[in-house]
């Protein structure tokens, strides 16, 4: 069984910096892809940034030059660092893991990005 635990969401003034965590334990397969959606308030969940294990890094427009995503594939390990944070980055981020055709959630981490 496959399970993803995140840690690192808070509250933060604009401008500010967050760094969030997700690892994965369980059966993964060596060739995954790991990443971030978020999903604000009466919105759908989007993309933030997602990683292969062997392959360049993808990220939405609205992030890009501010957020940075990270992995060690020996831990099964993603990261996302946050620079220069906006009131519009607020939501709730889930950490996934798309392996073998399915899709892995974690239980989601809170980013309240606020004066």
């Known amino acids: 069984q496959v399970q993803l635990v995140e840690s690192g969401g808070g509250l933060v003034q604009p401008g500010g910096s967050l760094r969030l965590s997700c690892a994965a334990s369980?059966?993964?397969?060596?060739?995954?892809?790991m990443g971030w959606y978020r999903q604000a308030p009466g919105k759908q969940r989007e993309l933030v940034a997602v990683?292969?294990?062997?392959?360049?890094?993808n990220y939405a427009d609205a992030v890009k030059g501010r957020f940075s995503i990270s992995r060690t594939n020996a831990r099964n390990t993603v990261y996302l660092q946050m620079n220069s944070l906006k009131p519009e980055d607020t939501g709730v981020y889930y950490c996934?893991?798309?392996?073998?055709?399915?899709?892995?959630w974690g239980q989601g981490t809170q980013v309240t990005v606020s004066t």
């Open positions: 996934n893991l798309k392996m073998n055709a399915r899709d892995y």
């Open positions: 369980g059966s993964i397969f060596s060739i995954n892809v």
């Open positions: 990683m292969s294990n062997y392959g360049p890094a």
